[in-house]
């Protein structure tokens, strides 16, 4: 997993980062959010929030393999509706 990973795989979609922004996505070039969808699809969650804790969760296991931690597993809150 070190290197660069493949992206481009959803057509249409730009999904991207920037350290003071946080997550953003594009679709067709258009704004878009970031939901968390069961496989019902019934959706439990979705827009800023839900983009902030991805990252967090991201971020987190990140850092945690650069520290060499041996168990890489990090695990989100659930999101309160705010």
Partial sequence: MIGQ?????????VISSVSHEGL???VN???A???IVTDDGQVV???DQVARE????AVNAYRGFLQGKGFL????K???PG
Avoid: D
């Fill in 5 to 13: 990973q493949p992206i481009g795989a959803l057509a249409g979609v």
């Fill in 24 to 26: 953003r996505v594009l």
């Fill in 29 to 31: 070039g258009k704004p």
């Fill in 33 to 35: 959010r970031l939901a």
């Fill in 45 to 47: 969650a979705s827009g």
């Fill in 54 to 57: 991805a990252e967090a969760v």
């Fill in 73 to 76: 597993k990090v695990l989100s």
């Fill in 78 to 80: 659930p999101i309160i």
